[in-house]
């Protein structure tokens, strides 16, 4: 079993839709959680870190937690073509200061216009 | 704040030869750097931890001495390939860890012929 699981797509939505990525991980003990974005041929950009269960917004993004079914998910709202990317959710495997990121391989979205 | 460069962003290279790769934190210190791999439609792969001045900790399967690492300074980590060869040509991306998260570098596009 893969550390952090991620469905690759690609997922498609119209514009203006939401679009909602899923990430499971399979160590309990984690304590942080982040969604990355990444364009093609560009690295990863970070956009949302959650720690605690429940939700975090940030704009068009939220971000959800839920320790106890080791799922961790991204809702973006009114989505755009700008949107289109792959993301990337990342588990930290130790506190927030020290361990490593664990990526999942990542869910292309298509943002049609 | 918290920006990561690094140099060369893409390199050529003929095999057999050596290739050095510098990841600087800008504006903040890291003790720890990170460096990852990234084959195409795959997603990033931890090579390496890098401790500002001791040894480098490597992922199982890394060779520490095809992948030498050096952070020499609290701003600065090296990645050298040694002996490259075509199946080292990838996307090499280093990371900082910076109050609890990590901050990825644009990234390098090693090709060797």
């Known amino acids: 079993q893969k550390e952090v699981e991620q469905n690759s797509g690609p997922l498609s939505v119209p514009e203006g839709a939401i679009a909602s990525l899923n990430c499971t991980y399979s160590?309990?003990?984690?304590?942080?959680f982040f969604w990355y974005r990444q364009y093609s041929g560009k690295s990863p950009e970070l956009i949302m870190s959650i720690y605690s269960n429940g939700d975090k917004e940030d704009g068009r993004f939220t971000a959800q937690l839920n320790k106890a079914s080791q799922y961790v998910s991204l809702l973006i709202r009114d989505s755009q073509p700008s949107d289109s990317a792959t993301y990337l959710c990342a588990v930290n495997t130790g506190s927030s200061n020290t361990g490593k990121l664990i990526f999942g391989q990542g869910t292309t979205l298509q943002v049609k216009p | 704040g918290a920006v990561v460069s690094q140099h060369p962003s893409w390199v050529i290279c003929k095999s057999g030869t050596s290739v050095k790769i510098e990841c600087r934190s800008l504006?903040?210190?890291?003790?720890?750097m990170f460096w990852y791999r990234q084959f195409p439609k795959q997603s990033l792969m931890l090579m390496a931890t890098s401790n500002e001045g001791s040894k480098a900790t490597y992922e199982q399967g890394v060779e520490k001495d095809k992948f030498l690492i050096n952070h020499a300074s609290l701003t600065l980590s090296t990645l050298t390939v040694t002996s490259a060869h075509p199946e080292d040509s990838s996307f090499y991306i280093c990371?900082?860890?910076?109050?609890?998260?990590?901050?990825f570098g644009p990234g390098t596009r090693l090709t060797v012929t």
């Open positions: 160590d309990r003990g984690s304590q942080s």
């Open positions: 504006d903040f210190q890291a003790t720890t």
């Open positions: 990371s900082a860890r910076w109050t609890g998260q990590q901050y």
